[in-house]
């Protein structure tokens, strides 16, 4: 029973290319969060979305897009690929906000070539 | 800049000795998480202490929180192989819906 899923988890494309990553949690939450973590390990929030709202943008190119169909899913979609999009996505999942504690997906590895 | 900041950012003791981690961090918060990652998994939330508390402990886990120096620490006790991951500060801010993650401490459990 797996909480916070993601697919796929390994993703090699190349560069001009569009690829989307799905998640999905089973838990009820109402905030669903993206992030992203580079070869440091630094993870970096991305967006965040309560009740398929969105309500955190932070500064992502609009070659990222996000889309919630319902509170227990959420989808990055990403278009035009670049080399430096290479990292790990997380997705996460939380009752509400930054009071609570968050789930993680087991992540994507996205590889740009 | 990052809000969150461990140190060390590496840590290798041996099995059965304690390990400590700090973090800093810069702004007004409303708790403060800590974290596990193993490798090439997600993270796992470990325990959270509110702004208001001082001391928290979750079996060999023990988290103190410091606001006026804006300062935590993990401490690990009689630590085991399987607690070889990286350790990562997440701080809730204040009229934010976000928590902010550190650059992690990355600690090996030499057996």
């Known amino acids: 029973d797996t909480a916070v899923s993601q697919t796929p988890k390994y993703l090699v494309t190349q560069m001009g290319n569009d690829k989307s990553i799905k998640c999905e949690q089973n838990?009820?939450?109402?905030?669903m969060y993206w992030y992203k973590q580079d070869s440091k390990k630094f993870l970096k929030i991305m967006f965040s979305y309560n009740n398929k709202e969105l309500i955190i943008n932070e500064t992502v190119p609009n070659r990222f897009s996000p889309k919630s169909p319902d509170k227990a899913h959420l989808n990055l979609h990403i278009n035009s690929l670049e080399l430096g999009d290479s990292a790990v996505y997380f997705c996460?999942?939380?009752?509400?906000?930054?009071?609570?504690?968050?789930?993680f997906g087991p992540g994507t590895r996205l590889t740009v070539t | 800049s990052q809000q969150g900041e461990e140190d060390p950012q590496a840590l290798s003791i041996q099995e059965g000795e304690n390990a400590t981690m700090n973090c800093s961090y810069k702004t007004s918060i409303n708790n403060l998480q800590w974290y596990r990652q193993n490798s090439g998994r997600g993270l796992v939330h470990l325990i959270l202490i509110r702004s208001n508390e001082r001391e928290k402990h979750s079996g060999r886990l023990r988290v103190t929180l410091d606001t006026s120096k804006k300062s935590s620490s993990l401490l690990i006790t009689a630590s085991r192989a399987a607690d070889t991951a990286s350790y990562f500060c997440?701080?809730?801010?204040?009229?934010?819906?976000?928590?902010?993650f550190g650059q992690g401490t990355r600690l090996t459990i030499n057996p």
């Open positions: 838990l009820g939450h109402d905030t």
């Open positions: 996460a999942s939380s009752p509400q906000g930054s009071v609570y504690e968050q789930y």
């Open positions: 997440a701080t809730g801010l204040l009229g934010a819906q976000k928590l902010v």
